[in-house]
């Protein structure tokens, strides 16, 4: 039998057509509840105040919180190659005391080579051109442009370089200006992701110079506990001395991806610096070891009750971090905020903590011994799925803990 041709046609369209697809709902934000606040690897900061409060001793505290450690006196006078300013375009160096204005060299100058200075200035404003740092000087109303070079150092008066009064300099980048007293300072282009940016690095004594403007613990704590911080801080820098990024052309990242350095507004901090830094100077040299050598003494804020793994967190084991019960982090009175928290995180930020185009369900699959997420499954529209663990989900999107549940999805 012969079909006729308008009725063949009309096979062929329904053989291939395709029924539409329901629309997927992609949740517009992500809520979540949970405790603590950061990684919960080695000493627990809340939990050495608990301690201190209850009467535990500085070693005390350090040896709960991590495994089959020491604490003894190391050489601590090493000095140690601070960030203070990464991936910058611009930055600004002014000197606080007019009459003795900043020394500006070409180079990296060491400690012997204070003869090769060639400008003196009130200020220095700093801008990447290319491959090179171009320096603009100003003293008093006249300013001056200097020849470019890939490298800058800067000193003042008062510090182990430069003998006079007293001198603090003021660092201005990313619209935060910071008070630095002591070292030098070098004003290094490295080449970047991004292009060639500035690096900021500040060349301090670790055992005073620095460590006395570490910001990682409030200065009126109890002291057990400002002590054990102090050496915790100390171990920390020793075992990332002489370790050269050339990314941040230092030693270590003056802020919380390391320990945060406030250069020398933490020695000035109204009534409380002064204890700190008596602190850090009566436990000079004291230091954490396993076998000898300073271990990577990680700290944070409060847990979810017991602290974590290296392994658990990064992947990395570390034979001095250990699971232990925390009491203090969930002490209402001593950690109101994070005792229970909840946070909103936005579907852009879920997504590209998974690097997927968007996430229809988030999924956690596993928890560790400690308390915190394992592992955390995303799927997109898509169906494709990917697995984070909970550290990396937390550090990703900026939630506070890794010590968390999934609460809800809003579309």
């Known amino acids: 039998m012969r079909m006729s041709r308008k009725f063949v046609a009309l096979l062929l369209l329904l053989s291939t057509f395709t029924p539409p697809a329901f629309a997927v709902d992609i949740p517009t934000e992500f809520s979540f509840h949970g ?54 375009s611009t930055a600004k160096i002014a000197t606080t005391l007019k009459t003795s204005p900043l020394q500006i060299s070409q180079g990296e100058v060491g400690a012997q080579n204070a003869d090769s200075v060639f400008s003196n200035a009130d200020s220095i404003s700093f801008s990447i051109v290319g491959s090179t740092v171009s320096p603009r000087i100003t003293v008093g109303k006249t300013t001056q442009l200097l020849s470019r070079n890939r490298i800058f150092t800067i000193r003042w008066s008062g510090t182990r370089y430069l003998e006079g009064p007293d001198t603090v300099v003021s660092v201005t980048h990313t619209g935060l200006t910071q008070k630095y007293r002591y070292g030098q300072i070098q004003v290094r282009a490295v080449k970047s992701a991004s292009g060639y940016r500035l690096e900021l690095t500040n060349s301090v004594r670790l055992t005073d110079e620095y460590l006395w403007g570490v910001s990682e613990m409030p200065s009126y704590w109890p002291l057990a506990a400002i002590e054990a911080q102090a050496i915790a801080s100390r171990t920390y820098a020793l075992s990332k001395a002489g370790i050269y990024r050339s990314a941040c052309d230092c030693d270590l990242y003056g802020e919380i991806s390391d320990q945060t350095f406030l250069g020398y507004a933490k020695e000035i901090e109204k009534k409380f610096g002064v204890i700190w830094k008596d602190t850090v100077t009566r436990t000079a040299g004291l230091t954490i070891t396993q076998a000898g050598v300073p271990i990577t003494a990680y700290f944070f804020s409060s847990s979810g009750g017991k602290s974590e793994l290296a392994l658990n967190a990064w992947g ?72 984070l663990r909970g550290e990396t989900f937390r550090s990703r999107t900026k939630i506070p803990s890794a010590y968390f549940d999934l609460v809800s999805v809003q579309n």
Do not use: C
């Open 316 to 387: 990395s084991s570390r034979s001095y971090t250990q699971i232990v019960e925390d009491p203090g982090s969930l002490d209402l009175t001593l950690n109101p905020r994070f005792v229970s928290w909840d946070r909103k995180v936005s579907q852009s930020i879920v997504a590209a903590a998974f690097l997927l185009p968007d996430v229809v369900t988030l999924e956690i699959l596993s928890r560790n011994e400690s308390g915190t997420v394992a592992q955390i499954q995303a799927t997109s529209s898509g169906g494709a799925s990917v697995i």
């Open 35 to 88: 405790s603590g606040y950061g990684h919960g690897v080695g000493l627990s900061q809340m939990g050495a105040r608990f301690m201190a409060l209850s009467g535990q001793t500085s070693e005390q505290i350090l040896k709960y919180f991590y495994k089959d450690v020491a604490i003894e006196t190391l050489d601590d006078s090493k000095i140690l190659r601070v960030n203070i300013g990464h991936l910058l």
